[in-house]
């Protein structure tokens, strides 16, 4: 989908009911604070981390990960949608959180900046070329040593959970440009493409069997 159209879209109809969809969506998986903490679960967090949340969003997983960080922690989450930003701004935030209008795939922030970057359900909506892009930017803006931790849908071995993902998020919808997006970050592997960014001791951590993962690099240099 066309950038300008994205944003559009975004800012005036998905915006609205964004909260109450992943609210519907997360029952199967317990419900939305259970959905969220558990793909949480892997990551440790230290005192005093700068946190960037890259397609925060209306916010959503920001506010979980802001309740897990530790309070003198400072998190900015930064997002392509304006409308977007303006639900996330509502939200009551466990440690200091700002957030900035911008694009993921071209980032106006210095190099090594932040100890993790997080990319939460949202890599699968890029084609490929700007999913690499938005990649290599979250190392660049990354500290040495620093984690990438990107929350994002999986492939699950199981015929009927495939089957579910697709009925779930709409993928059998007409015109969903995520389907195909989707299908070809299935094709070449979340993990493969972090490490061919030239992130290293890759980890993914499967969650709902094989429906959900969490997935963790670092920057070496």
């Known amino acids: 989908m066309d950038k300008k159209l994205y944003k559009w879209f975004y ?3 998905h915006s609205k009911y964004y909260d109450f969809m992943i609210q519907l969506f997360s029952l199967p998986f317990g419900g939305e604070k259970i959905f969220r903490t558990t793909l949480l679960k892997p990551i440790q967090f230290r005192s005093n981390e700068k946190i960037l949340d890259m397609c925060c969003g209306t916010g959503g997983a920001t506010l979980f990960i ?8 400072g998190i ?3 997002d392509l949608s304006r409308g977007q930003l303006k639900r996330a701004l509502n939200k009551n ?3 200091p959180t700002f957030f900035a209008e911008c694009d993921a795939s071209c980032l106006s922030i ?22 690499l ?3 290599k930017e979250a190392k660049r803006v990354l500290k040495s040593n620093g984690e990438l931790i990107i929350l ?7 015929f009927f959970l495939r089957i579910l993902i697709g009925f779930l998020f709409l993928y059998w919808l007409p015109g969903n440009f995520e389907t195909v997006t989707r299908r070809d970050l299935m094709k070449h592997g979340l993990i493969n493409e972090m490490a061919e960014c030239g992130f290293a001791h890759v980890r993914k951590f499967p969650s ?3 429906i959900l993962q969490t997935a963790v690099g670092i920057k070496n240099t």
Do not use: W
């Open 133 to 135: 892009q938005t990649l």
């Open 11 to 13: 800012d005036n109809i």
């Open 208 to 210: 709902y069997k094989g």
């Open 152 to 158: 994002e849908l999986d492939n699950p071995p199981n």
């Open 93 to 95: 935030y466990g440690c």
């Open 76 to 78: 900015i989450g930064i």
């Open 66 to 73: 802001s309740q897990k960080a530790n309070r003198s922690a």
């Open 110 to 131: 210095l190099n090594c900046m932040f100890d993790k970057v997080f990319i939460t359900h949202a890599i699968h909506e890029m084609p490929r070329s700007e999913r």
